[in-house]
Every structure is written in structure tokens, then in C-alpha cells.
């Protein structure tokens, strides 16, 4: 492990010239890069535990505040996006050596806190970002930042957006907020502020939201209320059924529950396992697969 200035508010890894990195998010308001090279030749090296003296290869005190939203750009290597909470983005681009040019002119569209960011995995330059502010906001970083913001979709949610993830396969995007619901965006229809799909079963505010790396229609979600979630959007119970199921409260979507764990924070399917999921919370993280995938 390697010693960090202030607690890790989020943390994201890229691959840049076959070098691992990772950009953490300070809660002193500065986002640091880390070479993971060493790190990771010590687990492949099975040693064990220590502390290694490491310092970041760059670090940005841009930010005015601490902030959660970042997100490395997966068509344009070593471009990142990182969101404040006193509303700014900023967007860095891989200079000479190991280096970062982040531009000084903050994305300023949002009227609260950014919680999360995600670009494109398929357009360059786009990314999406949701905020306090209700709002789900779609940005061109290729046009000026005071008019890099092409659509906004304003009470997207009743309350505070947390998390957004966009599809790797189809053109959705997934929100997750403070009033408990899951929604799914149509992209080639967002302006029309209604979202596609509204997944209502957690109990408390959505905190990681995430699609299946391989099967569009699936995605797992995780909350305050203590559970995990995958759902299933092909999935529609038939109409026989329906009338006989006791618990016809039960969305039909719901593949799968998963509980034990205490405030989730954040989860991640793993890529080439078929429904295995790595989660944390405040109780500490889990691996486990789901029965249905």
C-alpha cells in the first residue's frame, strides 16, 4: 500500500502505454495519479504487506473543494474528468512525459454539487454527469466550456442524482438517486425527460448503479438500505402469473437480492466472470455471484 493525503473520497484506474494508473480524489479538495506498477509487482511477487514510499506521478489543486466524480475517457487514453463539489468540472489531457494539461476553464452547468461523471464508451469527447441539482447533464468537450453543455435533463430525479452509468452496448444510461429509484435514459430521446424504465424496490438512497459489461439488459444496484440489486430489463412476467404471484409488489425486473452488507457504497461486475460482483461498504466489501447470471 502506498500512503495517501487525506481520506479517498474515490478512486479510478486507467491503462496508459501498458502502465497502470489510478486517480484518487482527496477529500483536501486534489486529485493525485499514481503509478500502480510497483504496487502491483509486489502482489504478483505474492510479498508481503508493506508500505512503500511512493509519491504521485502528477497531482491537480485546481479543485476549490473536495469532490467524488471522476472518470477516465476509454476511447481517448489518458483523458480524465473529475467533478467538485462546489459544481466544476475540469478535463485533463496527457501532456509530454508524465504529465497532465488540465484546463483551467472549469464546466460550470450545474447548480450543485457533481456526483458523478461518465464518459462515452463509444462517442469521444462526450460525457455525462449528474448533480445535486436534480439534473443529468450531457457535455461536447470539444466546444468551449461555457458552451460544451448539448443537453440537460432537469429533474431527472425528485431528489439528489448520486450515480450514473452509461451502456456499453446500448444507448441508456442508468441513474440512481437520493429518492430511491432507478432510471433508465434513452439517449436518442433524453431531451424528452422521461425516463425509459423506473426500477422502484430500494428503501433508501441509491449510491452505485452498473450495467453487465457484456449483457445490455442487465445491471446491479446498490443503496443505504443495505442490498443489492440485479435487475433484468428483458424480463416480463406473464400476465397469468402475475395474477397468482403473491408478491406481484415484487417488480418483475428483480432478478436477485443480495444482502449482508451494511450502507453499500459502490460495485462492480467483473469482466470476463460471468455474475461475479466485488462490492464495498461500511461494513467492508464482498465477492460473490449471482445465481441468475
Known sequence: MVKHNGCVNRIRSTVI???????????LGVVHLWDLSQMLGAVDENSQQHVLEEAPIFSFRG??????????APSMPGTLATGDCDRNIHIWKPAEGASWSVDSRPYTAHQASVEDIQWSPNEPHVFASCSVDRSIRIWD?????????????????ESDVNVIHWNRNEPFIVSGGDDGKVQVWDLRQIQNSSPVAVLKHHEAPVTTVEWHPSDASVLATGGEDHQILQWDLAV?????EQNQDEESDVPEQL?????????????????QVPGLIIST????????KTISC
Open 255 to 271: 432478478l436477485f437480492i443480495h444482502r449482508g452488507q451494511h450502507e453499500v457504497k459502490e460495485l462492480h461486475w467483473h469482466p
Open 17 to 27: 502505454n501498458n502502465v497502470s494508473i489510478a486517480a484518487s480524489w482527496s477529500e
Open 281 to 288: 461498504a461500511h461494513s467492508g466489501f464482498n465477492i460473490f
Open 236 to 240: 416480463e412476467r406473464d400476465t397469468d
Open 141 to 157: 468537450c470539444r466546444a468551449n466550456p461555457s458552451k460544451a453543455c448539448m443537453i440537460s435533463v432537469a429533474n431527472a430525479h
Open 63 to 72: 479543485h476549490r473543494t473536495e469532490g467524488f466524480a471522476v472518470d477516465w
